[in-house]
């Protein structure tokens, strides 16, 4: 491997792990598939040896990547047929808190708009593109999860 890949590949792990694992989460729902699947994501950045634009190009496409690794994930037999831990073994992010705990509550159509949104600093229009989706219908799920969540908080983040 050319130094200057492996150079870019470590930089991106050290820029982008942290993302792309709560991005992984906000499917999985546990830390270590999610650290799976971040690992997953930057072997393919590797094997896929592109070249991008920006850091933020690089972000975008590793977040694809990501969200594709994730839903396959999801319909894997292995996921769907194993027994998850009891609650009181599992490891909890390290953000544990009502906020974080209410948007894992959304479904992920609501979910993952607002992780991008709040969470990775992305624009509608850029989500819009990320999730393949018309920038109207990102909106319109932003707007329903924030309903959402207001109902499910009680309203205490919201007023004021």
């Not at 690089?58 to 977040?63: F, M, Q, R, T």
């Amino acid at each position: 491997m050319p130094n200057e890949l492996y150079g870019s590949i470590q930089q991106a792990v050290q820029t982008h792990m942290q993302s792309i694992v709560r991005v992984a989460y906000t499917y999985v729902k546990n830390v270590h598939d999610a650290e799976d699947i971040a690992q997953d994501t930057f072997l393919s950045y590797m094997h896929a040896g592109k070249t991008f634009e920006s850091a933020e190009h690089e972000k975008a496409w590793l977040i694809r990547v990501c969200i594709n690794k994730s839903k396959n994930s999801l319909k894997s037999g292995w996921f769907k047929s194993r027994n998850p831990l009891p609650e009181d073994l599992s490891e909890e992010m390290p953000e544990e808190n009502g906020v974080l705990m209410a948007v894992m509550q959304l479904e992920e159509k609501y979910r993952l708009p607002i992780h991008l949104f709040y969470y990775e600093g992305y624009d509608m229009n850029e989500i819009a593109t990320l999730l393949s989706i018309p920038s109207g219908t990102v909106g319109t799920r932003l707007a329903r999860a924030r309903n959402i969540l207001k109902t499910l908080m009680g309203g205490e983040y919201f007023e004021g």
